[in-house]
């Protein structure tokens, strides 16, 4: 693959040039809930690549997909609950109620990355929008980003290192 293509996917740089009308309408379309979500797309896509992992999780911040043995999270953040840097919009409405709300989401997402983190889990956070924008691409990244905890473990059990693995 191309170098540089981890960029974009996690939250931090996020890529304000993909946003589209059909994203924002997705994003939309997510908050009202639809069949598809992006969460079972990209858990069937793991599981079609042979990957085994848990869906339900009493893990702090409750992940979407837990990898116990490579100690690997993934929340697929919604673009909307989780400010996405590029489709955040907040409703005009109760303005006020709706910053601070969105505000103390992604604050709370902040303290749940440190604390997994702390205890050695790998947090990777994806954002809705890449899973609708290039879903092999997004599981890619989570599919090399596992495997490396894989190698890495073996390597080094003592040392549940971040292994270079790219999270915010
Ligand atoms: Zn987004």
């Not at 709706?98 to 990355?113: C, I, P």
């Amino acid at each position: 693959m191309r170098g540089g293509y981890d960029h974009g996917w996690i939250g931090i740089d996020c890529m304000t040039d993909v946003l589209t009308q059909s994203q924002r309408r997705y994003c939309m379309s997510q908050i009202k809930g639809r069949d598809t979500t992006p969460e079972l797309l990209v858990r069937s896509a793991l599981f079609r690549k042979g990957f085994w992992f848990r869906v339900r999780s009493r893990l702090r911040g409750r992940p979407d997909i837990v990898f116990p043995r490579e100690r690997v999270v993934v929340f697929i953040d919604g673009c909307f609950w989780h400010g996405c840097p590029a489709h955040a919009t907040r409703p005009a409405a109760n303005a006020a109620f709706w910053t601070e709300k969105l505000k103390s989401n992604v604050d709370r997402d902040r303290e749940v990355d440190s604390a997994l983190g702390s205890e050695g889990w790998c947090v990777l956070r994806v954002w809705e929008h890449d899973v609708k924008g290039d879903l092999s691409r997004t599981v890619g990244l989570i599919a090399r980003a596992v495997m490396r905890r894989r190698t890495g473990t073996k390597r080094s059990k003592a040392a549940p290192g971040r292994g270079g693995v790219a999270q915010r």
